[in-house]
């Protein structure tokens, strides 16, 4: 019979804690997934520029995305959440959620709330979809459509019930601009009015159309009067939905991440990956690279020379975000 | 003021009175009617019951002092340094060592609290006799974090 | 027969000690009221806690305690159902929320379940303890029934959560007290399982019971259950059947619209064999009791309480 051996002191510290840096996981934790860049809506403010027949060219197959399901469940990525574009314009979204709903990873659906009839809702139930985030950047109709042109603000109010009358988990996200930024506090009441579990929001990512558009952005004064808000708001709903925002701006965050990388990366539809949503720097493609050599591509990239020499870029300039429309390949 | 801010001020200063001039206001938003808010919680509930639903002739699972599971929303994966909690409601992460990620691993392969100190003491040597206190402080601080559950 | 002699006799001492607090309250608030808390009624709980505490050589004052502790903490929870349900009858009498109003029975909802927590204080050092779990349970499975009113989401295994929390919690605590208070060696017996399935047995039969009792034996309305937007096991068994689901929710919500169709919704379960699946799940948890009980020590007793068990199974219905 072999010896035993003492075993490490458990609760030395760290026995347990908030995160360690991502270099220590095997895997992500966190997984974004554009499944398409088609959308039925062209929102003035979307940093990913879908619309309409927007879709890329070369998206995905179906056998390719499969690919995707298939290792993110062996890897036990914990936590994937589908967007886009808007997911449900995919041509199998509802075959995607079933296949990895319910099977040991939580999926979310981050979506416009255009598409949550009854018969879809209780698919997403069915599947057992963790929960859907819907984006409403409202509070009314009128605000609704000058955000969202195109949209119905009634017919996402609907499919919020439906969601909602069906035992799916809500969350709501708030996408600030001059516009609507005044609303926060109403949307953030009439979301929890909805049954919503989160209120989402932060600073408008200056990417995409956003830049392109160009006078979108609210003043640093109403940003400080938008924070002041929200943080009354967590206050008055603490323990009953979770209000949480970022405040730091691009440039903060990009600082920040090349310090403490987050084990979290983003797919786009065409299987390319992304270091983080608003920048354009491309660490590794899951058509070519399994998931598991992606991830290690991904930790090398946000060592690269290149992103640094970004970071000190949107130091200098944060406008710098708006200028870079290519993708850069790490 | 609102009707918590006049409480803070109360416990602050001593006296439950609003200040001169002060009207009290709602804080509440705009309140759904009670049958959709009755409605909304409903879905909760089934969602809920579905959690905590026993087979009556197959686990009537004891409750109390006996096995415990991971609490909904959070998921557990080895990893090289030992093993990761991810709470995926509010994507909190918990790291484990090697000898925690054991503690954990044997909790969730069904041990008790009592089976729990046998099966650590069959694996590891105990000279100072904390093995089996530890691993339950250890347990109920993870309780108390709401990452494991009865 | 000896047995049913002490049985009897005991069951004397627990209504005795009832009324002993009932005098006590008296004293306060009147006869009239302090009669609501401790009138009793079938006494179901107080016969299990008696037999089964025989079965285990407990002594039996304190099988008499654990029993009357049931008793009140179920009248407690009674009291404050029938404010839930706005029920006018419970036992053949009027409702102390008809005659008074709701706030009143709250109160003497209350007033019991102080009571029933006084009973088992000097019982045994986790008796107290483990009854306000028991009472938490009670009071979280009813809560999750009350909002899944007018659900059409319920599965057998949901209803057996529910059943287990609303009911099968109290007897789940006496089951386990009188295993604490028992000299004998009786792990065999599992009797917290077995303790938690007599209370599920229970649920069970009352539920067939509500739709296939008469009015007079019942003691209270009729389909009270499908009134008030509740489905019960016999409804899930019809839910699940692809076949019979449709009619079922046709029936179900003319409920309300249709003065006839509680009578409908009866004669259709009855006719789809739903009825029948309740009862063979009756059957089942029954069995898995009485195995069990099989294994209690006081040989002696171990009949009885197999027959009271079986007894309840095959209740008219």
């Known amino acids: ?330 | 003021m609102g009707y918590s801010d006049l409480i803070r001020l109360g416990w602050r200063t001593g006296k439950f009175l609003a200040p001169a001039g002060e009207r009290l206001t709602r804080e509440r938003g705009p309140r759904p009617d009670p049958e959709e808010r009755r409605g909304l919680i409903r879905g909760e509930m089934e969602e809920i019951v579905r959690r905590e639903a026993a087979d009556a002739l197959g686990c009537l699972a004891p409750r109390g002092e006996a096995t415990m599971k991971l609490a909904p929303f959070v998921k557990f994966r080895e990893e090289k340094f030992g093993a990761v909690l991810f709470e995926t409601r509010s994507e909190k992460v918990f790291t484990l060592n090697p000898t925690a990620a054991g503690v954990v691993r044997e909790v969730l392969a069904g041990a008790s609290e009592k089976e729990l100190g046998e099966r650590l003491l069959a694996r590891y040597a105990d000279p100072a006799g904390k093995l089996q206190g530890e691993a339950l402080t250890l347990v109920r601080q993870l309780k108390d974090k709401g990452l494991l559950t009865d | 027969m000896q047995t049913l002699a002490r049985l009897e006799e005991s069951l004397e001492r627990v209504r005795a000690g009832m009324e002993a607090r009932a005098a006590r309250v008296s004293g306060r608030v009147g006869s009239e009221l302090a009669d609501f808390v401790s009138r009793p009624g079938k006494m179901l709980r107080a016969r299990f806690a008696i037999q089964f505490g025989a079965a285990l050589g407990v002594e039996p004052s304190q099988a008499q305690t654990t029993a009357r502790a049931m008793e009140l903490a179920h009248n407690a929870s009674l009291l404050h159902d029938d404010c839930v349900d706005e029920a006018g009858l419970r036992r053949g009498r009027p409702t102390p929320n008809s005659v008074f109003g709701p706030s009143v029975a709250l109160l003497l909802g209350d007033v019991a379940f102080t009571q029933a927590l006084e009973e088992v204080l000097d019982l045994h050092p986790k008796a107290a303890e483990r009854l306000v779990a028991a009472a938490r349970e009670m009071a979280i499975g009813e809560l999750q029934e009350e909002f899944l009113r007018g659900s059409l989401e319920v599965t057998v295994e949901s209803y057996m959560g529910i059943a287990s929390r609303k009911t099968g919690a109290l007897f789940e605590w006496g089951a386990m007290t009188l295993s604490a208070l028992s000299p004998l060696e009786h792990a065999a017996a599992d009797p917290q399982k077995l303790g938690l399935s007599v209370g599920i047995l229970l649920q069970i039969v009352d539920d067939i019971h509500d739709f296939t009792l008469k009015d007079s034996v019942a003691g209270k309305e009729r389909a009270k259950d499908a009134r008030c937007g509740r489905v019960t096991l016999p409804g899930v068994f019809a839910l699940s059947d692809p076949a019979q689901r449709p009619r079922f929710v046709e029936l179900w919500r003319s409920i309300g619209k249709d003065p006839r169709a509680p009578a409908k919704l009866t004669r259709f379960l009855e006719d789809s064999g739903a009825m029948d699946r309740a009862r063979e799940r009756c059957r089942e948890v029954a069995l898995s009791v009485v195995t069990l009980a099989r294994r209690l020590p006081v040989r002696s007793e171990v009949r009885e309480f197999a027959d009271f068990v079986s007894a309840m199974a095959a209740r008219e219905f």
């Open chain 1, 1 to 330: 019979m072999m010896d035993k051996a003492s075993p490490p002191p458990m609760l030395a510290p760290p026995w347990g804690g908030l995160a360690t840096r991502a270099e220590a996981f095997r895997a992500p934790l966190y997984v974004g997934w554009q499944l398409t860049n088609a959308c039925d809506l062209a929102c003035v403010h979307c940093i990913e520029e879908s619309g309409p027949g927007r879709a890329f060219k070369d998206e995905m197959t179906l056998e390719e995305a499969f690919r995707v399901v298939s290792q993110l469940k062996s890897e036990q990525v914990p936590y994937v959440a589908f967007s886009g574009g808007e997911p449900f314009k995919h041509p199998h979204f509802m075959e995607l959620v079933a296949s990895l709903a319910g099977s040991g990873v939580a999926l979310k659906v981050e979506t416009n709330g255009l598409h949550l009839t009854d018969s879809s809702c209780a698919a997403l139930r069915e599947h057992g979809v963790r929960a859907v985030q819907v984006s409403l950047d409202a509070a009314n109709a009128e605000t609704y459509r000058r955000m969202r042109p195109g949209g119905d603000f009634d017919k996402v109010l609907s499919g919020i019930r439906t969601l909602r009358s069906r035992g799916v988990e809500l969350e709501v996200n708030f996408a600030p601009t001059r516009f609507n930024i005044h609303e926060v506090g109403a949307v953030a009441d009439l979301s929890f009015a909805l049954g919503a579990g989160g209120f989402y929001t932060g600073r408008l990512i200056l990417a995409g159309h956003a830049a392109k558009a160009g006078d979108l952005e609210p003043t640093e004064e109403r940003y400080e009067e938008f924070f002041r808000m929200l943080r009354g708001k967590a206050a008055q709903y603490r323990g009953r939905m979770a209000v949480r925002f970022h405040s730091r701006g691009i440039a903060a965050e990009v600082r920040y991440r090349m310090a403490n990388p987050a084990a979290l990366f983003v797919i786009l539809p065409d299987g390319r990956v992304k270091l983080l949503n608003a920048l354009p720097f491309v660490c590794g493609d899951l058509r070519e690279a399994s998931l598991s050599e992606v991830w290690r591509s991904f930790l090398k990239g946000w060592r690269s020379p290149k992103v640094a020499q970004f970071g000190r870029e949107l130091d200098r300039d944060p406008a710098a975000i708006t200028r870079l429309h290519r993708w850069i390949r790490l």
